[in-house]
Nanobody
Framework: VQLQASGGGLVQPGGSLRLSCTASGIALANYAITWFRQAPGKEREGVSCISRRSDFRYYADSVKGRSTISRDSAENTVYLQMDSLKPEDTANYYC???????????????????WGKGTQVTVSS
């Protein structure tokens, strides 16, 4: 099983990025998916998650109103659209999968079953 985050890069404040989480070996439609980020010297933060059936979404206060999580099961991909980016959004972004059932998802590291490699997001002028 491999998860891979992509779509990061260097963007100016106020810009947008769409991060993608893809997988091999599992169907992401069978998992709740969480996006985490970690900046140097800071704890890993769960910023958004989506339930298996996309009937529940969570956003941390730090990204609420500026981000949208979605999934495309046909493409086996989960997206995190990030708008109005701020310098404090600079971090390495990871996606993770967990088998949580029902209309819920988790941002607790210990709940995750699979982790992907991260993608760096840098917001700077």
């Amino acid at each position: 099983v491999q998860l891979q985050a992509s779509g990061g890069g260097l963007v100016q404040p106020g810009g947008s990025l769409r991060l993608s989480c893809t997988a091999s070996g599992i169907a992401l439609a069978n998992y709740a998916i969480t996006w985490f980020r970690q900046a140097p010297g800071k704890e890993r933060e769960g910023v958004s998650c989506i339930s298996r059936r996309s009937d529940f979404r969570y956003y941390a206060d730090s990204v609420k109103g500026r981000s949208t999580i979605s999934r495309d099961s046909a493409e086996n991909t989960v997206y995190l659209q990030m708008d109005s980016l701020k310098p404090e959004d600079t971090a390495n972004y990871y996606c993770a999968a967990n088998r949580r059932l029902g209309p819920s998802c988790s941002t607790r590291v210990r709940d995750m079953d699979y982790w992907g490699k991260g993608t760096q997001v840098t917001v700077s002028s």
